[in-house]
Nanobody, 115 residues
């Protein structure tokens, strides 16, 4: 059974940093493209960052230069390092693993940026 478990969310002040982790199990992790999405209440889920298994990345314009997606295949874990957080980054962040028709999601982790 495939599981994606996010961690690392929480409360941070504007301008602060957080690192989200996504621990995967039950899958050949290195074969999957990994991504982070976020979804605010009443809004569509949006792509934040994607890391293809070949190493290519893409980012939403709103996070370019502030967020970095990475992975450690030995640990079956993907990361999202977030810097210079602002209130617009407040929402639930979801980990996604995708390969062909296989598409898996974590349960989400809340990030709140507030003073």
């Amino acid at each position: 059974q495939v599981q994606l478990v996010e961690s690392g969310g929480g409360l941070v002040q504007p301008g602060g940093s957080l690192r989200l982790s996504c621990a995967a199990s039950g899958m050949l992790f290195s074969f999957y493209d990994m991504a982070w999405y976020r979804q605010a209440p009443g809004k569509q889920r949006e792509l934040v960052a994607r890391l293809f298994n070949g190493g290519t990345t893409n980012y939403a314009d709103s996070v370019k230069g502030r967020f970095t997606i990475s992975r450690d295949n030995a640990k079956n874990t993907a990361y999202l390092q977030m810097h210079s957080l602002n209130r617009d980054d407040t929402t639930v962040y979801y980990c996604n693993a995708r390969r062909s028709a296989w598409d898996y999601w974590g349960q989400g982790t809340q990030v709140t940026v507030s003073s």
